[in-house]
T-cell receptor, first 115, second 111 residues
Framework: AQSVAQPEDQVNVAEGNPLTVKCTYS??????LFWYVQYPNRGLQFLLK??????LVKGSYGFEAEFNKSQTSFHLKKPSALVSDSALYFC?????????????FGTGTRLQVFP | DGGITQSPKYLFRKEGQNVTLSCEQN?????MYWYRQDPGQGLRLIYY???????QKGDIAEGYSVSREKKESFPLTVTSAQKNPTAFYLC??????????FGPGTRLTVL
């Protein structure tokens, strides 16, 4: 079965510093990987996805993610954090098993950026 | 959140009552999904539908029911059989290109 893990419940970073939110995956076959962000009491917003091609994927709001096949990781990064980046971040993987095409989400990582 | 609406934003239910959460999309997407979100547990899939008049159970379907009579609508009913329904419910749709687009959510509280 496909799965993703987000090992950190919370990440704290000072504004202006680089940030990393970690995600590792377990899949059979080639992975389709995603990052979403959720602000309080809102739905999820799509940030970026990896399907194939370059290992460094650029997304919305200055975020990027690096696909690393040998380490089965897909960490989310940003060179310079903003206070407004504070939110809940979810990693997800595509699952085409069973009777449909769906996403499997990690448990989420809360990012807190301090001024 | 654009293109997907969920109503109501807040919903209160007495124990033993069934309630229906609305999800409508005007994006012409074939696939629609319902998730439940609890603190520290991420998103768990309740039901999903790849096409009109067809739907499949997700990981936590017990105590829930859905219908997909129209492409743009995928209502979720939380029945009295769901013993712990207090949660944030998210609806999503997908054009079949894997990415999902989410609605703003409904927060259900059992009184």
């Amino acid at each position: 079965a496909q799965s993703v893990a987000q090992p950190e419940d919370q990440v704290n970073v000072a504004e202006g510093n680089p940030l990393t939110v970690k995600c590792t995956y377990s899949v059979s076959g080639n992975p389709y990987l995603f990052w979403y962000v959720q602000y309080p009491n809102r739905g999820l917003q799509f940030l970026l996805k990896y399907i194939t091609g370059d290992n460094l994927v650029k997304g919305s709001y200055g975020f990027e993610a690096e696909f690393n096949k040998s380490q089965t990781s897909f960490h989310l990064k940003k060179p310079s954090a903003l206070v407004s980046d504070s939110a809940l971040y979810f990693c997800a993987v595509r699952d085409m098993g069973g009777s449909g095409d769906k996403l499997i989400f990690g448990t989420g990582t809360r990012l807190q950026v301090f001024p | 959140d654009g293109g997907i609406t969920q109503s109501p934003k807040y919903l209160f239910r007495k124990e033993g009552q069934n309630v229906t959460l609305s999800c409508e999309q005007n994006l012409n997407h074939d696939a629609m999904y319902w998730y439940r979100q609890d603190p520290g547990q991420g998103l768990r899939l309740i039901y999903y539908s790849q096409i009109v008049n067809d739907f499949q159970k997700g990981d936590i379907a017990e105590g829930y029911s859905v219908s997909r009579e129209k492409k743009e609508s995928f209502p979720l009913t939380v029945t009295s059989a769901q013993k712990n329904p207090t949660a944030f419910y998210l609806c999503a749709s997908s054009p079949g290109t894997v990415s999902q687009y989410f609605g703003p959510g409904t927060r259900l509280t059992v009184l």
